[in-house]
Every structure is written in structure tokens, then in C-alpha cells.
């Protein structure tokens, strides 16, 4: 039978080996290589953390700037609206005014005659002042875009297409049409006027 104690007494396992003591050397080394990677893998680490905690803050603060340009453009959109509004409602004032002023173009003999004709032309340069472009066009070719051709009659002294007269004003609000004009347009030999 094998004496174990007696063999193990044998080998002398505080001396090292000359070539383990070299794979042990090189251990030790790739260990403190791999050590100091690691380290800086921390250090890198941390550093990119700050830097993502810093895009984080950024990106939050970036987010709260567009919410808050979305809330300004809904109350600007809001705001536009209620202007709109406010100038539709004044458009039915201008329409008691042009009642007025059309009948004092058919009585032309009263003598307030002159006085509503240049009320009428201060009105409409205090609305252009407003950004509202009063639409006539009496005398001038007829327009589908601009014009409401509601009344055709057959002049033939005048040049066919042409408004003979403007029954009711139309109304643009900065570039938004808001009412067409309603005019009489002249008509020669079947000629055609679209009234779109």
C-alpha cells in the first residue's frame, strides 16, 4: 500500500519551478495589463455616463422647448381664429354701411350724398390699414377668382366681361378670400361669363 504522507514529503512545493515562475511572471503581468484596461474602462465608463446624463438634460430640456412652441402655435392658431371671427361679425357692419352707400349713390340729389361717398372711401383705407382689401371692380373685366357674377345684363357700349355694377362689396383678409363680390357682369351676343 502507497503511503501517501511519505510521498507527498517527497516534493518540496515551496520551490517553484524556473518555468513556472515565468508563465507565473507572465500572468502577473497580463493581469496588471488587464487591471489597468479595466480601469480605464471605469473611467470611460463614468465619463460617458455624465456625458448621457448631460444629452439626457439636453434632449428633456430640447423636448419642453417644443411642447412649449407647439402650446404658443396652437394659441397663435387660436388667436387667428378669434380675429377671423371678429372680422366676419365686422363684415355685417360693412354691409349696413354699403346699404347706405349704394342707396345714396341712386339718390345722388340728397346732400349727404358727397358726405357717405368720402366716408366710404375712409372706411376702406382704414380697413386696408386692418389688412382687409374691400373686393369691388365696377368697370373692370370680371374676375371668377375675386368676383360672384350674380346679375348678367347686355350693354353694348361696353366691352363684354366687364362689372357693370357692384351689388354687394366682397372681402379679403390678409391673402384669405372671405367673400366673393356680387356683381352684374355685361354680356354681348351670348357671350359667356363663368360665376364660379
Known sequence: MIDF??????????TVDDD?????????????????????????????????EEVLMHYMEEKEKDQYIAEQKKAITACEEEKLLLV?????TLDQLEDIYRYSLNNKQDNWFEQIQLLW??????????????????????????HSA?????????????????????YMYHSRLL???????????GGYVSSE
Not at 504522507?5 to 515551496?14: G, H, N, S, T, Y
Not at 366676419?88 to 355685417?92: L, W
Not at 372706411?123 to 375675386?146: A, K, M, Y
Not at 350674380?150 to 362689396?169: A, N, P, T
Request: charge should be positive; hydrophobic fraction near 40%; glycine fraction near 6%.
Open 179 to 189: 367673400r366673393k363680390a356680387q356683381v352684374v357682369v355685361n354680356k354681348i351676343n
Open 20 to 52: 513556472f515562475a515565468r508563465y507565473n511572471n507572465e500572468t502577473t503581468q497580463v493581469i496588471e495589463v488587464f487591471n489597468s484596461t479595466f480601469k480605464r474602462i471605469g473611467k470611460e465608463l463614468n465619463n460617458t455616463n455624465f456625458q448621457l
Open 121 to 146: 372711401k375712409n372706411i376702406s383705407s382704414n380697413l386696408l390699414l386692418q389688412g382687409i382689401t374691400r373686393i369691388e371692380g365696377e368697370n373692370t373685366l370680371f374676375d371668377s377668382r375675386i
Open 150 to 170: 350674380v346679375q348678367i345684363k347686355e350693354d353694348i357700349k361696353v366691352s363684354d366681361g366687364v362689372i357693370l355694377e357692384v351689388l354687394r362689396c366682397g
Open 5 to 14: 504522507r511519505k510521498e507527498l514529503a517527497k516534493f518540496d512545493f515551496v
Open 88 to 92: 366676419q361679425g365686422f363684415m355685417a
